[in-house]
Nanobody, 127 residues
């Protein structure tokens, strides 16, 4: 069974950090573009960051640029999202997703490109 599982969410104070992990089972991530998305209560899902299958191309939403870093460790079949300087407006359920049909060096957070989605992990930024 092909599955993505997010972990690492939790409650953190403003200015704090969290590292989210996205682990794959049932398939290897080597040739998949990976994206991180989030959805806050009452809001639409938005793309946060993405990384190409090659690992050489990354993109970030303007709202997280300079604070979040996406990376991948194909040996561990895992993609990470390091989140620093967290703000209350970062509060959301965070999802990872995998796209297997995109060019090797391509990265995009267009949600329609993604084939597999995780169940999400809650991130709450509050004092």
């Amino acid at each position: 069974q092909l599955q993505l599982v997010e972990s690492g969410g939790g409650l953190v104070q403003p200015g704090g950090s969290l590292r989210l992990s996205c682990a794959a089972s049932g398939f290897t991530l080597d040739y998949y573009m990976i994206g991180w998305f989030r959805q806050a209560p009452g809001k639409e899902r938005e793309g946060v960051s993405c990384i190409s299958a090659s690992g050489g191309t990354t993109n970030y939403a303007d709202s997280v640029e300079g604070r979040f870093t996406i990376s991948r460790d194909d040996a561990k079949n895992t993609v990470y999202l390091q989140m620093n300087s967290l703000k209350p407006e970062d509060t959301a359920v965070y999802y990872c997703a995998a796209a297997g049909s995109e060019p090797y060096h391509y990265a995009s957070t267009r949600s329609g490109l993604y084939d597999y989605w995780g169940q999400g992990t809650q991130v709450t930024v509050s004092s």
